[in-house]
Nanobody, 127 residues
Framework: QVQLVDSGGGLVQPGGSLRLSCAVSGRSFSGYGMGWFRQPPGKERELVAGISATGAIIYYADSVKGRFTTSGDNAKNTVFLQVTSLKPEDTAVYYC????????????????????WGQGTQVTVSS
C-alpha cells in the first residue's frame, strides 16, 4: 500500500510561485511513475506534469511548459512540482498520483492509469 500526501498549495498573486510536495509513505515509490494533475472548479481533472520512475522521461502539458517543473527525491520519497509565473487560470486543486503503467503519453495523461492518489492541495491565483 502506498500513501501520498500533497502539500504546499496556497493563495498567490499572478506571477507568483509555489512549490508543491508529494510525500510518499508505506513503501518506496521506486518503480512508480508520478503524475501531477489539477482539477479547476467545474472542470475535469487534467495532467500538468508526469515523471517516470527513473526520472528519465518527463511530460508537461502545453499550458504549463516553461513554467512548471517536476522532480523527485528518492532519498526523501518525495516528488515536487515547482510552479512559477502563475496565472489565474492555474487555480485548481492539485493532486499527485502514482502509476506502474508503461510511461507513454497516452497512459501518463489518463487518470484511470494511476493507482494511488494524494488528497489534493488547493492553489488559488488571485490579486
Amino acid at each position: 500500500q502506498v500513501q501520498l500526501v500533497d502539500s504546499g498549495g496556497g493563495l498567490v498573486q499572478p506571477g507568483g510561485s509555489l512549490r508543491l510536495s508529494c510525500a510518499v509513505s508505506g513503501r518506496s515509490f521506486s518503480g512508480y511513475g508520478m503524475g501531477w494533475f489539477r482539477q479547476p472548479p467545474g472542470k475535469e481533472r487534467e495532467l500538468v506534469a508526469g515523471i517516470s520512475a527513473t526520472g528519465a522521461i518527463i511530460y508537461y502539458a502545453d499550458s504549463v511548459k516553461g513554467r512548471f517543473t517536476t522532480s523527485g527525491d528518492n532519498a526523501k520519497n518525495t516528488v515536487f512540482l515547482q510552479v512559477t509565473s502563475l496565472k489565474p487560470e492555474d487555480t485548481a486543486v492539485y493532486y499527485c498520483a502514482a502509476s506502474r503503467s508503461a510511461w507513454v503519453k497516452s497512459v501518463v495523461t489518463d487518470p484511470t492509469k494511476y493507482t494511488y492518489w494524494g488528497q489534493g492541495t488547493q492553489v488559488t491565483v488571485s490579486s
